[in-house]
């Protein structure tokens, strides 16, 4: 499976645009980017997810370079709200099985 | 429809005590996943279960084990208990294995063990 990784932490003003990045460099052709927030103490919240294609939801934008070795998720307009971790995942079957590795993750902190 | 739910939502036991974490899948889905969180570890995959069988499994000692029923609902079992086993343990289903799937997460199980 492919690793990411990504900045510890990250602040935004809020109202701006704020910009995530991942590296997965050692992706493969049929892995999926995933990215996912956890708010302190719930459970992971899918975002957003793409191929190769940028990728454009009601939450977010993911954004992935053409030679997919690193995304951008991009949160147009940050609230307090969107303070949280964020992980950036990459989903593979592994001989048909799901096997779905998560990094540490971006600590986003929106700032008033 | 009905979100991903775990119960219980906190637990706690002492050492060398065995637990059991249940998970009832959204309706439909047939894949459930489990994952341990701690603050210095971040998320770690600890098994997957499809159609009642174990897919894969993470780097965890033989004292982490899970079943899947036929009805999908999941449950997890550590025994003797550790004080390293102190987390939130997740899991997170789905309605395949496809690749191009999101994982729905619930709420988890806070374990805490004395």
């Known amino acids: 499976d492919a690793k990411t990784t990504q900045p510890p932490s990250m602040d935004c003003a809020e109202g701006r645009a704020a910009n995530l990045p991942c590296n997965h460099s050692?992706?493969?052709?049929?892995?999926?980017v995933y990215w996912y927030r956890q708010i302190h103490s719930q459970g992971p919240q899918y975002i957003i997810h793409g191929l190769k294609n940028n990728e454009t939801n009601e939450m977010a934008s993911l954004i992935i370079t053409e030679d997919r070795k690193s995304s951008t998720l991009i949160l147009p307009h940050a609230t307090l709200r969107d303070t949280a971790v964020y992980y950036c995942i990459v989903r593979s079957n592994s001989g048909g099985y799901q096997k779905v590795t998560f990094g540490i993750g971006t600590k986003l902190q929106v700032i008033p | 429809k009905a979100g991903v739910t775990q119960t219980p939502r906190y637990l706690i036991k002492t050492r060398g005590q065995q637990v059991t974490l249940s998970c009832s899948p959204i309706?439909?889905?047939?894949?459930v996943s489990w994952y341990q969180q701690t603050p210095g570890q971040g998320l770690q995959f600890l098994f997957e279960?499809?159609?009642?069988?174990?897919?894969n499994k993470g780097n965890f000692p033989g004292r982490f084990s899970g079943r899947q029923f036929s009805n999908s609902r999941s449950e997890m079992n550590v025994s003797t208990l550790e004080l390293g086993d102190s987390a939130l343990y997740l899991c997170?289903?789905?309605?395949?294995?496809?690749?191009?799937?999101?994982?729905?997460f619930g709420s988890g199980t806070q374990l805490s063990v004395l």
């Open positions: 050692t992706i493969s052709g049929n892995e999926y």
């Open positions: 309706s439909g889905h047939r894949s």
């Open positions: 279960y499809f159609s009642e069988t174990q897919r």
């Open positions: 997170a289903s789905s309605p395949w294995q496809a690749t191009n799937e999101k994982l729905f």
